[in-house]
C-alpha cells in the first residue's frame, strides 16, 4: 500500500584521516620512505544495538625497476616528515618513483558485514625539487554478507534468504586518486565504488547498488615556532543523491612527536583527537566523538584507535 527509499552513505566515516590516508585514495600509496603499515578500529554510535564497526589494514611499500632507479638510493624515494620548522629547509621532493600496497577493509552494522581487499599502485612524479604529484589505482573485490540466521520476519522462510545461515554476494571492485604533496601542503581527490555493482541478494530484488564516493581532501601545515605547528584540513564527501558532507579538522603537534586537535563533522559529530609518535617509527592515536545528530539520545559516542609502523 505505500512504498519509500532509503539513501545512506555507504563508505565508513574516519575521525583520523589525516592519519590513515590510505583508506580514502589509493595515490598515497608508498608516498612515505619504506615500508608504511598501518592499522585501525572504529565503532560507531557506542550503546546503539548493532552500530557500525569498521577496520583496517594497509602496506604499501615504495620500489624501483632497475634502469636509472636502480641508482637511486633508498632514502630518495618517498618522503620523511619534518619535524620542526628548521627541518623544512631540508626537505627534498621524493625522486619520481613507482609504489605498490594492500588494503583490507571490514565493516559491519548488523546483520550486514563487507569485506573489501585491493591491491594498490602508485606512481609519484618529482615536480621540482620540494613537491610531488601521484596518481593511483585501487583494484580488488568486494564480499557483502548478510546473516540471515539475526534477521526475523512475521512469516518463516522469507523468499530473500531462505533457510540459509550465510549469503554472500561477491562483486569486483575498483578506486582511483590524485594527490599533491609539499612539506607543508597537500591536495588530493579521489574516487571510491567505481563499479557500480547491484548488491540485491536475490534476483527479484535487484534495486540496490554501490554508489560512487568522492573525497576532496587538503591541509596546509602553520609553524608557530621552530617546534608546534598548527594544521588545518577540511574532508569533502560528495555521495549522490545525499547533500554534500565535509568534516572540518584542526591539528596542534609538538615536533609531529606529539598531536592533540579536533573537528565537526556535518550534522553527525564534533571529535576529538589525540595522539603520539616514536622515534618517528611508530604512531599511535585515538579519536573520540561526540555524537550532534538525533541519535545521541540513544548513543554514547565513537571510538577510533589508529596505528602506524614506519619502518
Known amino acids: 500500500m ?43 554510535w557506542q550503546g546503539l544495538k548493532d552500530a557500525p564497526k569498521t577496520g583496517y589494514f594497509t602496506f604499501s611499500t615504495p620500489v624501483s625497476f632497475g634502469g636509472d632507479m636502480a641508482n637511486y638510493r633508498g632514502s630518495d624515494l618517498g618522503v620523511t616528515e619534518p619535524q620542526s620548522k628548521d627541518d623544512m629547509f631540508d626537505y627534498t621532493a621524493s625522486m619520481s618513483h613507482h609504489s605498490f600496497g594492500v ?12 569485506v573489501t581487499g585491493n591491491l594498490t599502485y602508485a606512481y609519484h612524479l618529482a ?65 571510491q565504488q567505481i563499479i557500480k555493482n547491484k548488491i540485491a541478494f536475490d534476483g527479484s530484488f535487484n534495486t540496490g547498488k554501490d554508489v560512487a564516493h568522492y573525497f576532496v581532501t587538503t591541509g596546509y601545515k602553520f609553524w608557530i615556532n621552530n617546534d608546534f605547528s598548527i594544521t588545518p584540513s577540511v574532508m569533502l564527501k560528495v555521495v549522490s543523491p545525499l547533500p554534500k558532507a565535509f568534516d572540518l579538522n584542526l591539528k596542534f603537534a609538538y615536533r609531529d612527536a606529539f598531536w592533540i586537535g579536533g573537528g565537526y563533522r556535518k550534522n553527525d559529530a564534533f571529535f576529538g583527537n589525540v595522539g603520539f609518535n616514536v622515534a618517528n617509527m611508530v604512531g599511535i592515536g585515538y579519536a573520540y566523538d561526540y555524537t550532534t545528530s538525533a541519535l545521541k539520545t540513544v548513543s554514547s559516542g565513537s571510538h577510533e584507535l589508529s596505528l602506524k609502523v614506519l619502518f
Open 2 to 44: 505505500c512504498c519509500s527509499s532509503l539513501l545512506a552513505q555507504q563508505k565508513p566515516h574516519y575521525s583520523q584521516y589525516l592519519q590513515n590516508m590510505s583508506v580514502l585514495n589509493p595515490a598515497v600509496t608508498g608516498l612515505n620512505n619504506g615500508m608504511d603499515v598501518r592499522l585501525g578500529m572504529r565503532t560507531q
Open 103 to 114: 588494503l583490507f577493509l571490514t565493516d559491519k552494522t548488523g546483520p550486514l558485514n563487507r
Open 127 to 191: 615536480i621540482g625539487d620540494r613537491s610531488n604529484f601521484s596518481f593511483g589505482v585501487g583494484i580488488g573485490a568486494n564480499r557483502l554478507g548478510i546473516n540471515a540466521q539475526s534477521l526475523v520476519f512475521d512469516e518463516a522462510d522469507d523468499p530473500v534468504v531462505g533457510a540459509s545461515g550465510e549469503i554472500n554476494k561477491i562483486t569486483p571492485d575498483l578506486n582511483a586518486g590524485l594527490y599533491f604533496y609539499t612539506s607543508s601542503f597537500y591536495f588530493g581527490a579521489s574516487m
